[in-house]
């Protein structure tokens, strides 16, 4: 079993930053397969950001220079920082842990609303 805890997640305005954290817990084999994905209302949820087999970074388009995806070994935590956030963020942000294909994870979602 694996759990994942979300936190950083709040109002702000457009153009400001927020950093969330996933802990990850349980049988995590390597925390590079954690990432974040995001829903938008009424969108279908979207990898926001992960880390490649060769342990590099991976971004959508609509968030390269803005997000970066780091993480802490040692704590077993994955960090998103978002900056320069515009209205489109606005979404419920998952963390998600992949064991294997169509074998996931899920934390419980935090919510960003970033206001014009």
């Known amino acids: 079993q694996v759990q994942l805890v979300e936190s950083g997640g709040g109002l702000v305005q457009a153009g400001g930053s927020l950093r969330l954290s996933c802990a990850a817990s349980?049988?995590?084999?390597?925390?590079?397969?954690v990432g974040w994905y995001r829903r938008a209302p009424g969108k279908q949820r979207e990898l926001v950001a992960g880390?490649?087999?060769?342990?590099?970074?991976d971004y959508a388009d609509s968030v390269k220079g803005r997000f970066t995806i780091s993480r802490d070994t040692a704590k077993n935590t994955v960090y998103l920082q978002m900056n320069s956030l515009k209205p489109e963020d606005t979404a419920v942000y998952y963390c998600?842990?992949?064991?294997?294909?169509?074998?996931?994870?899920w934390g419980q979602g935090t919510q960003v609303t970033v206001s014009s």
């Open positions: 998600n842990y992949r064991v294997s294909v169509g074998n996931n994870y």
């Open positions: 349980g049988s995590i084999f390597s925390i590079n397969n």
């Open positions: 880390f490649t087999s060769g342990g590099r970074t």
